[in-house]
């Protein structure tokens, strides 16, 4: 079961887009590049890395094999990190990640709208995770400088 106490609200692509659209668009795009790396906890707390194809709609979406060790980890601990390839040591087109928590999805119009976003053909058995956005950083490299920007989800106050 995953942990609960979030100190954060769940926030989903759109409405990450909303508030912090330069941000959301470099994301988009760096994620559109090529495969990301998927950051979850092993059951004995080490960290596990993943390659993944990340899909971008209103929300942000993953599938995977129902038997695939990162959908476990996310069934276990909920909590993710998500980060774009890098085209090579200096930076390349500049990084991205996202944090926040997975959630495994059943709803069939969830399904619906993340296999219309893929760019590939999700195979039936694959299940469906719905990742929430609770913080975003994105860098990018001009004439060998940094120039990070960061997004942090509002706190939550407690309250439902």
Same mark, same amino acid.
């Given at each position: 079961?995953?942990?609960?106490?979030?100190?954060?609200?769940?926030?989903?692509?759109?409405?990450?887009?909303?508030?912090?659209?330069?941000?959301?668009?470099?994301?988009?795009?760096?994620?559109?590049?090529?495969?990301?790396?998927?950051?979850?906890i092993r059951a004995d707390g080490s960290p596990r890395v993943h390659p993944?194809?990340?899909?971008?709609?209103?929300?942000?979406?993953?599938?995977?094999?129902? *038997?695939?060790?990162?959908?476990?980890? %996310?069934?276990?601990? =909920?909590?993710? &990190?998500?980060?774009? $390839?890098?085209e090579d040591s200096s930076g390349g087109s500049g990084e991205f990640y996202?944090?926040?928590?997975? *959630?495994?999805?059943?709803?069939?119009? %969830?399904?619906?709208? =993340?296999?219309? &976003?893929?760019?590939? $053909?999700?195979?039936?058995?694959?299940?469906?995770?719905?990742?929430?956005?609770?913080?975003?950083?994105?860098?990018?490299?001009?004439?060998?400088?940094?120039?990070?920007?960061?997004?942090? &989800?509002?706190?939550?106050?407690?309250?439902?």
């Amino acid at each position: 079961m995953a942990p609960s106490g979030d100190d954060f609200t769940m926030t989903t692509w759109n409405t990450f887009a909303q508030q912090a659209p330069e941000i959301a668009a470099f994301g988009a795009a760096r994620f559109q590049k090529g495969v990301a790396y998927l950051g979850t906890i092993r059951a004995d707390g080490s960290p596990r890395v993943h390659p993944v194809t990340p899909i971008i709609g209103e929300q942000l979406f993953l599938f995977m094999e129902p *038997t695939s060790p990162k959908g476990k980890d %996310l069934q276990r601990d =909920a909590r993710f &990190a998500l980060h774009c $390839a890098v085209e090579d040591s200096s930076g390349g087109s500049g990084e991205f990640y996202v944090m926040g928590r997975a *959630t495994l999805s059943h709803d069939p119009h %969830l399904r619906e709208a =993340a296999v219309k &976003a893929a760019s590939y $053909a999700p195979a039936d058995r694959y299940i469906l995770f719905v990742l929430s956005i609770e913080s975003a950083f994105m860098n990018i490299y001009v004439e060998g400088q940094s120039t990070p920007q960061r997004w942090q &989800a509002a706190q939550s106050d407690g309250s439902l």
